[in-house]
Nanobody, 115 residues
């Protein structure tokens, strides 16, 4: 069972930045795909960004060039750099990965953006 552990969330003012980390028990370059999702109170979980085995990235429209997903094989960590944060970005952010056809989730990290 792959273990994914998120960190880096917190409280930030609008316009600020945060970098989320997702520490993996497996090499992040061996996942078929990894991604970040978020869930705001009372809303469904939604995709934020993904990166596949080839390193191709994809982003939800609402990121509007503000977010960057990346991975580091040396530390087995997936990152999400978030800039120009908005109050509507407030949510619990989850890391997700597909490894050997099995999907794993982290426990989530809270991001709160104050206006």
């Amino acid at each position: 069972q792959v273990q994914l552990v998120e960190s880096g969330g917190g409280l930030v003012q609008a316009g600020g930045s945060l970098r989320l980390s997702c520490a993996s028990s497996e090499n992040v370059f061996f996942f078929n795909a990894m991604g970040w999702y978020r869930q705001a109170p009372g809303k469904q979980r939604e995709l934020v960004a993904t990166i596949n085995l080839a390193g191709i990235t994809d982003y939800a429209d609402f990121t509007q060039g503000r977010f960057t997903i990346s991975r580091d094989g040396g530390t087995n960590t997936l990152y999400l750099q978030m800039n120009s944060l908005k109050p509507e970005d407030t949510a619990v952010y989850f890391c997700n990965g597909m490894f050997l056809r099995r999907v794993s989730w982290g426990q989530g990290t809270q991001v709160t953006v104050s206006s």
